[in-house]
């Protein structure tokens, strides 16, 4: 059968994310355990931003994603990893433009029978999140010219 859960959402992330607000089918993960081998992307499910989707096109058996992201998450957008909506993904292409950055990504067929990136077309909102050691590593870099232990 159905399971539902229901969850408090604060003002603060209502205001940074999108969906949030609505009854409907979510991603989740297992967290890993500290003593699990790492196998794929690190995330930690914290959203860091909302992006657009501006295509989302079948090509062959697979689909092509591409995701519009804020100018600010630009510099962590390269052909590594990136999270659509809680669904780690490998990122196949980048292009930046005036305003934001393109972020393309493959869907292979297996990946949208088990996620809610289904759903995804032209103009739907994402949650987007970063890599988590990019984060981590643009933060020591940033304290690098400060009075630090670096």
């Not at 995330?43 to 860091?48: K, L």
């Not at 390269?78 to 292409?93: A, E, H, P």
Request: charge should be negative; proline fraction near 3%.
């Amino acid at each position: 059968g159905e399971r539902e859960f229901k969850i408090d959402v604060s003002a603060e992330s209502l205001s940074k994310t999108t969906g949030l607000d609505t009854f409907g089918e979510v991603n989740l993960e297992k967290a890993m355990r500290l003593s699990d081998r790492i196998d794929g992307h690190i995330v930690s499910g914290h959203v860091d931003g909302v992006g657009q989707v501006e295509s989302m096109e079948p090509v062959a058996e697979s689909w092509r994603l591409v995701v519009r992201v804020p100018r600010v998450l630009s510099p962590y957008a390269y052909k590594g990893s990136i999270t659509i909506n809680g669904v780690s993904l490998t990122i196949n292409k980048v292009e930046d433009t005036a305003l934001d950055t393109l972020v393309t990504i493959n869907l292979i067929p297996h990946t949208l029978e088990v996620t809610t990136l289904k759903h995804l077309k032209a103009q739907s909102y994402v949650n987007v999140e970063i890599d988590t050691i990019a984060r981590y590593v643009e933060r020591i870099m940033s304290l690098k010219n400060e009075d630090s232990l670096f």
